[in-house]
């Protein structure tokens, strides 16, 4: 007889259904897996072994053979374990083999039997769902999984508990689904940051209409608390947006205790970290950095630390939000619209601007050190701007500015403005998306406008895409206004959130 029952194999977010085919029969003893395993899945066995011996069910001395279907597909992973357990039980007839074929599980096993977390438990549960199959995943998977509407999702502790499940013992329980965060504890709010008026209006411009933004300030500036402040004046996340962040959050095994945020990923990779950790791939093409922000924040302080390999693979995916991952035999995808914030130093000992304390090279070591950011991708950044240190008696001041709560709901409005007048095109969702003739049509300056915007662009020898950017952040920096015409005003403010650097496009040179 062949029991079956079923699991899943992740590709990019996707987790393609598996069937789990096993038979015992006549011949030399043995336990083989078949179907394209790789090494933790063959290693399942061993797991299974002992774990069912824990239960003192011994194998008997015959021939088991597992397949596991479709067999072109690459299975990877230990979340393998539990449906082959299943299968073998299934084929043993130990359990009825009627009652594990139309569901759905996965799990590690320790060799005691106790069920470990996987990775993947909530598109595991997406892909159950979608088949009317019931999940069977770890006690520790399920509040992420239950979150899948209409998905039934039982956890279990053990094998041994599964097995009761099945042999009408003792019920598993349904999963419920984990807590909701909005807020994270101790939310830093923008009033705490003196002064920096100038900046804080980069953060509101950038976060209303996604532009990446480029800090550029001596140690202590403050960029990073500038840059931490980001996501709290984010809108909170859609629940489309919840979901797509979530199931790459699953992937990666980072839904602590199954709990769901709304609230904005905030990402910030240190520059030694590999381009696969970054970007995503690796040997099992686990999703980067880049995607877990996704829908969210990505900082890189420090941007000319980062290898050169690092910020030219960024290019692609900055430009289409989806990063692609080349493995042996196929290609993997993921999304990751993030907004991207880099902070630099003006150069190496970031003394630069400040004649007491620079080093015997400035002003050059500033070239030499901005020069490991390349025109290409400096061009990509629609906001630069310098952050200058604030002096200590401005530190003693009370606090002013606007609280995060109060941009949050300017930002919330422009990004409502975007969402209308986007609605009819499928890809675009804010203004940094919006290209060619669209752009041109939602962004058409007025006469005034248009003649500040030529005259700027002999002068400061704008490129065709630096062209754009600046029309892009005009139209955001007019819906924050409202979401009237784009005046010359707006074009004006665009123009100054592009320096340094906007007297040669591609080469970060202060312009006195
Ligand atoms: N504008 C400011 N208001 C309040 N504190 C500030 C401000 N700028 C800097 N600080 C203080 O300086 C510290 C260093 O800031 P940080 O953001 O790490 O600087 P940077 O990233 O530019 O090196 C902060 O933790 C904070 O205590
Ligand atoms: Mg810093």
Redesign the pocket.
Known sequence: MVARTHTVAFEGLEARPVEVQCAVTAGMPAFAVVGRPDKAVSEARERVRAALGAMAIALPSRRISVNLSPADLPKEGSHFDLPIALAVLAALEVIPAELVENTVSLGELSLDGTLVAVAGALPAAVTAAARDATLICPEACGPEAAWVRDAAVLGAPSLAAVLRHFTGQSVLAAASPGEVTTEEAGSRDLR?????ERAKRALEVAAAGRHHLLMI??????????AARMPGIMPPMSPHEILETSMIHSLSGLLGAGGISRRRPFREPHHTASVAAIVGGGRSARPGEISLAHNGVLFM?ELPEFPRTVLETLRQPIECGEVVIARANAHVRYPCRFLLIA?ANPCRCGHMHDAARACPRAPGCGDDYMGRISGPLLDRFDLRLE?P??GLS??SLPDSGDTTAQVRARVARAREIQEQRYADHPGVRVNAEAEGRLLEEVANPDAEGRALLMRAAERFGLTARGYHRVLKVARTIADLDGGGPVHRAHLAEALAFRQPGNDREGALVGNG
């Open positions: 705490d940051i003196k002064g920096q300030g001596s140690p202590g500036s403050g960029k990073s608390m500038l302080d902070a952050v240190p604030v401005d530190l």
